[in-house]
């Protein structure tokens, strides 16, 4: 089974500054998906980014960017420029690659960030 | 386009009874999957539809069950309520199909409060 591991819990971040979230993950799979999701407190989950395991380039979203280490099987998340409003629950999840409709996501347990201004 | 619109926002039931949460998926999507999210924590997989039957199940006992509508639209039940039920319920929706699915888009959820 996959497991997806975010060990801390809580972190804060100065206005402007850089800040990097951590997860690592455990598969036996080769081809696999993983994403961040940012939760505000609108409740609803809002897709950041997303990395492709064949893919050995890291993704980029205009201030977020993955540092993905395969072998390692860790992958983090960088928020450049922090700004008020990404102050929220991040989640790291993990969807396993094959054909068909399964869109199954395992979750890990998320980290609270805070922005100060 | 429409996103993910579920109802209702809050809920609260007594322990031992019945629920019915819906969700209406995206325009275009095909697939609806739930998750429940206890306080603090990650959303966890309950079950997935794609056209109209179920395609993936989680760790979840047989007193969680669904349905999805010919216009994709779906319901989750939960019967015989425990106090253990109380989170958070999210439904996304994505386009599946033989090459596998697209990003998952989630609506805002239902809290789900059992006294």
């Known amino acids: 089974a996959q497991t997806v591991t975010q060990s801390q819990p809580e972190m804060s971040v100065q206005e402007a500054e850089t800040v990097t979230l951590s997860c690592t993950y455990d598969?036996?799979?080769?081809?696999?998906?993983l994403f961040w999701y940012k939760q505000p407190p609108s409740r609803q989950m809002i897709l950041v980014i997303r990395?492709?395991?064949?893919?050995?380039q890291n993704a980029t979203e205009n201030r977020f960017s993955v540092n993905f280490q395969k072998a390692a099987k860790s992958f983090s998340l960088k928020i450049s420029d922090s700004q008020l409003g990404d102050a929220a629950m991040y989640f790291c999840?993990?969807?396993?690659?094959?054909?068909?409709?399964?869109?199954?996501?395992?979750f890990g347990k998320g980290i609270t960030l805070s922005v100060r201004p | 386009e429409t996103g993910v619109t579920q109802s209702p926002t809050h809920l609260i039931k007594t322990r031992g009874q019945q629920v019915t949460l819906r969700c209406s998926s995206q325009?275009?999507?095909?697939?609806v999957s739930w998750y429940q999210q206890a306080l603090g924590q990650g959303p966890q997989f309950i079950f997935q539809?794609?056209?109209?039957?179920?395609?993936g199940r989680g760790n979840f006992p047989p007193r969680f069950s669904g349905l999805q509508f010919p216009n994709y639209s779906s319901e989750l039940n939960v019967n015989a309520l425990e106090l253990d039920d109380s989170a958070l319920y999210l439904c996304?929706?994505?386009?599946?199909?033989?090459?596998?699915?697209?990003?998952?888009?989630f609506g805002n959820g239902t809290r789900l409060t059992v006294t």
């Open positions: 996304a929706s994505s386009l599946g199909g033989d090459r596998g699915s697209s990003p998952l888009h």
């Open positions: 598969t036996s799979e080769s081809d696999y998906y």
């Open positions: 990395q492709e395991a064949y893919k050995q």
């Open positions: 999840a993990y969807r396993r690659e094959f054909t068909g409709a399964n869109s199954k996501l395992t």
């Open positions: 325009s275009g999507h095909n697939t």
């Open positions: 539809y794609y056209r109209e039957e179920e395609n």
